[in-house]
T-cell receptor, first 111, second 116 residues
Framework: EDKVVQSPLSLVVHEGDTVTLNCSYEVTNFRSLLWYKQEKKAPTFLFMLTSSGIEKKSGRLSSILDKKELSSILNITATQTGDSAIYLCAVRTDSWGKLQFGAGTQVVVTP | DGGITQSPKYLFRKEGQNVTLSCEQNLNHDAMYWYRQDPGQGLRLIYYSQIVNDFQKGDIAEGYSVSREKKESFPLTVTSAQKNPTAFYLC???????????????FGQGTRLTVV
């Protein structure tokens, strides 16, 4: 059975802190790993990673995939209250785009 | 504006009733998906469709049914056989197709279903 595990499940940080979120996976057929941010309703896409060791960056957010360790991390530097959200990790497991999601990490950034 | 529209945003169902959640997309995507989200459990796949007139069960299909008669539409029916239907339901779409496996999925705003 395919499995995606995120840690921690939740965390509270102060504005300006750096946050590191973890995602590990055990799947029979890995195609890519995706990160989403969910603030209230619809998850919004952040990154897609297919190659090991190549960092993707967007502003204060960055992510990297380690295929050897079957894991990925999402970093958020200089956190702001607007970063408060659930961060979802998903692994694509077939050629048609089916996604297996982790439980998500709830991040709360306090002023 | 291109996107995915789910309706209604909130839905209340009496026990024993079937209800249908709407999902429409104008992104010209082949693949569409229905996920259920419960607190602390992330998103779980209910059904997905790779092309018109075809769909497959996901991990938690029991008590649900779908149809895909048009490319733009993928409605989900929550039947009375679903024992615990109270949840947040998300519809998504992606380009799909074997030549486009590594593209992101786009999500609708969700429908919150409550059994009363």
């Amino acid at each position: 059975e395919d499995k995606v595990v995120q840690s921690p499940l939740s965390l509270v940080v102060h504005e300006g802190d750096t946050v590191t979120l973890n995602c590990s996976y055990e799947v029979t057929n890995f195609r890519s790993l995706l990160w989403y941010k969910q603030e209230k309703k619809a998850p919004t896409f952040l990154f897609m990673l297919t190659s090991s060791g190549i960092e993707k960056k967007s502003g204060r957010l960055s992510s990297i995939l380690d295929k050897k360790e079957l894991s990925s991390i999402l970093n958020i530097t200089a956190t702001q209250t607007g970063d408060s959200a659930i961060y979802l990790c998903a692994v694509r497991t077939d050629s048609w785009g089916k996604l297996q999601f982790g439980a998500g990490t709830q991040v709360v950034v306090t002023p | 504006d291109g996107g995915i529209t789910q309706s209604p945003k909130y839905l209340f169902r009496k026990e024993g009733q079937n209800v249908t959640l709407s999902c429409e997309q104008n992104l010209n995507h082949d693949a569409m998906y229905w996920y259920r989200q419960d607190p602390g459990q992330g998103l779980r796949l209910i059904y997905y469709s790779q092309i018109v007139n075809d769909f497959q069960k996901g991990d938690i299909a029991e008590g649900y049914s779908v149809s895909r008669e048009k490319k733009e539409s993928f409605p989900l029916t929550v039947t009375s056989a679903q024992k615990n239907p109270t949840a947040f339901y998300l519809c998504a779409s992606s380009i799909g197709g074997k030549g486009h496996s590594n593209t992101e999925a786009f999500f609708g705003q969700g429908t919150r279903l409550t059994v009363v």
